[in-house]
């Protein structure tokens, strides 16, 4: 199988690691994976803040990036649930790439059909499912069964899981004190788990929280579930 990697402007300016370990993951599992070069902002920003005029341009240049693949893969599900949500509303053909688009736990279960990646890491690790992920996806357990499969790992609840952790793109910027209060919530609640690692599928989320626990010099680190899953016991990742 050949698939396209949409590895998003976040991932791309600040995480590049998250898309290495999403390539090294994919092409352990057999698939081939392309990286299709003209691909930019999906105009998730823009479009959250209300200039749809200034969204356009860079749907069409994500239409064309990605135009003759039959599986695009992201590994973020605010990005996957920008184009799947809302490009339709952008005509046919930005509405034909939609469908197209999987956030990285939707295309292992649902696509590849798999759960155990054959991953190794062993740590006490808690995950935040993200608002997108969580709600436009609806991703439910699928990166929980990815997460409980992996060898070594040893999975704990989160208390207030499925609560905002304040980010929320732009909404961080326009209420920085009610965001940092909401992610103040989430860290608390983060540590009261014992983990080592707090695992999330979005790095928007996990730029925020991770900034935050940095900041404290928590005994908590951020990382993506792709670098969790692409570390074996051969190649660890992190």
Not at 30 to 48: E, I, K, L, R, W
Not at 197 to 212: E, P, Q, R, T, Y
Request: overall charge negative; proline content about 6%.
């Amino acid at each position: 199988m050949r698939v396209a990697l949409f590895v998003t402007c976040v991932n791309d300016a600040v995480f590049p690691s998250t898309g290495v370990a999403t390539v090294r993951l994919l092409e352990r599992l057999g698939v081939t994976v392309d990286f299709p070069a003209a691909q930019s902002c999906c105009g998730q920003p823009q479009f959250n803040t209300g200039y749809r005029a200034e969204t356009a341009p860079l749907v069409r240049r994500t239409v064309r990036a990605f135009e003759g693949y039959d599986h695009v893969v992201t590994p973020s599900g605010s990005c996957a649930a920008m184009v799947r949500h809302h490009y339709p509303s952008f005509g046919t053909d930005a509405g034909a790439l939609a469908p197209r688009v999987y956030e990285l736990t939707e295309f292992l279960v649902d696509v590849l059909g798999v759960t155990d990646v054959g991953a190794y890491f062993p740590h006490r690790v808690t995950y935040h499912p993200s608002c997108h992920g969580l709600r436009l996806l609806g991703l439910g357990e699928r990166p929980r069964r990815l997460l409980e499969a992996v060898k070594g790992l040893e999975l704990v609840e989160l208390p207030g899981a499925e609560e905002c952790c304040g980010f929320g793109g732009t909404f961080a910027v326009k209420n920085p004190d009610v965001s940092a209060a909401m992610g103040a919530d989430k860290i608390t609640n983060a540590l009261s788990t014992g983990a080592e690692v707090l695992c999330g599928a979005d790095n928007s989320c996990l730029l925020h929280v991770g900034g935050m626990l940095r900041r404290q010099e928590a005994p908590l680190r951020a990382l993506h579930l792709a670098e969790i899953l692409a570390s074996t016991e051969e190649e660890p990742w992190a």
